[in-house]
């Protein structure tokens, strides 16, 4: 029996195209091998959607995307319209798909693939090994909490959290401990901060149900610098929405470039994926994009959405494989024999590793 999925992908600005086209070549791959029949539509955000119908986040796109089983975005945002007002740019229609979306926790993991350690700005034995889970509450804190305001002379924004949205928040950060190393980390800014106190009273509280897993507390000064310190302390952390924005391009040098990190974003009505880079303006067009987090992005989606684990790890198999050959975008370092790719020729390697992969283990089946 063929399943059918409903996809919205949204491409985005800038690289978002080009990480875009290549993630679905390898999503689409998996799926027809698979025998999973994937429903696509793709529609306009940010940029590109202001430009087609003066919104950044257009009625229609909202409702292809709440009729989904899953999102994909690629990025958003242009030096263009950094002069708009906030309201009508690009960031605001990403906030606003996250909102309508429903999804409070961003999972974003941090590998240190062993190949690519060499060119960290860490030394390797600093980040070998590292595996660290960020779990970054999405849809609170500074980003949306009110009142807000600029005038001419002052501005303010408030960090503002529930109970029940730092208690849903936490409980995925305990579950998915669960599913690693049972060692979760809670960062916050308890020292200064009521909505930090009120997190980590939360949290600890909570703790008691999750006796299996170790539970600690950072403050967020203090783990920006243990986070490339000493990467391999953490497993999963979990933290509110802004410093888990910083938190996790700070990540992206454990993983050797910001090009390399995925997300999934859980717990609402619609799962939603998307790389953890933006649309990089200073690349764009130029076809030098580093494509492995979005791939990598489709693997969380196939694990995720689509429950396909073995399908997933395969992904993720094949983006190390790749590497381990040799192969590099422009952004990653290239040590003795490697050879630099475009966007296109990574994304067709991954393909043709994912491919084989699934292939070998059909064909063992059948036998
Ligand atoms: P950025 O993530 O776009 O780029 C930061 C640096 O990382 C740049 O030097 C860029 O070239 C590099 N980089 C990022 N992704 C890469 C990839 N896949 N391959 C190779 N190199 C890569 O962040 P920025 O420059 O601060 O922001 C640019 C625009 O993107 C802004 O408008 C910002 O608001 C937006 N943005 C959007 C998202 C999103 O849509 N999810 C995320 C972050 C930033
Ligand atoms: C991210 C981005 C977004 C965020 C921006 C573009 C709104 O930086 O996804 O990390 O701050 O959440
Ligand atoms: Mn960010």
């Known amino acids: 029996m063929r399943t059918k999925t409903k996809l919205t992908v949204l491409p985005g600005d800038g690289i978002g195209p080009e990480v875009i086209t290549q993630a679905m070549r390898v999503l689409r791959t998996v799926a027809d091998l698979c025998g999973y029949e994937l429903e696509v539509r793709e529609c306009p955000v940010g940029g590109v959607a202001i430009k087609q ?14 009729e989904s089983d899953a999102v994909l975005l690629g990025a958003v945002g242009g030096l263009e319209y950094d002069t708009l007002p906030r309201n009508m740019r690009p960031e605001t229609g990403l906030l606003q798909l996250r909102t309508a979306l429903g999804g409070y926790a961003n999972l974003r993991p941090a590998i240190s693939y062993p190949c690519l350690s060499a060119g960290s700005p860490l030394r390797a034995e600093v980040t070998q090994g590292a595996n660290i889970l960020i779990i970054r509450e999405l849809l609170g804190g500074l980003y949306f909490g009110e009142p807000r305001q600029k005038t001419d002379d002052v501005a303010f924004n408030t960090m503002r959290y529930t109970l029940p949205e730092i208690q849903r928040v936490a409980r995925i950060g305990f579950e998915q401990a669960r599913k690693r190393k049972r060692k979760l980390t809670s960062i916050d800014k308890a020292n200064v901060l009521e909505v930090s106190q009120l997190w980590r009273d939360t949290v600890a509280a909570l703790a008691a149900e999750y006796p299996d ?98 399908e997933a790890d395969d992904v993720e198999a094949a983006i190390s494989q790749v590497l381990e050959q040799g192969y590099r975008t422009a952004d990653l370092h290239r040590g003795a024999g490697a050879q630099l790719v475009s966007t296109t020729e990574m994304g067709e390697r991954v393909e043709a590793a994912v491919a084989e992969k699934i292939n070998r283990r059909h064909s063992y089946h059948a036998v």
């Open 53 to 66: 119908s003066q919104s950044p986040f257009p009625r229609a796109t909202m409702d292809a995307c709440l």
């Open 213 to 310: 897993v170790t539970l600690d507390h950072l403050y967020v000064d203090a783990a920006a610098m243990h986070l490339v310190m000493n990467p391999r302390r953490f497993d999963v952390i979990v933290t509110e929405n802004l410093f888990g924005d910083i938190l996790s391009d700070e990540a992206a040098v454990i993983t050797g470039s910001l090009g390399m990190l995925a997300s999934a974003t859980i717990g609402g009505q619609v799962a939603l994926y998307e790389p953890v880079h933006g649309s990089a303006p200073d690349i764009a067009g130029k076809g030098i994009a580093n494509p492995l987090g979005a791939i990598a992005t489709v693997a969380m989606l196939l694990r995720h959405t689509l429950g396909l684990q073995q």
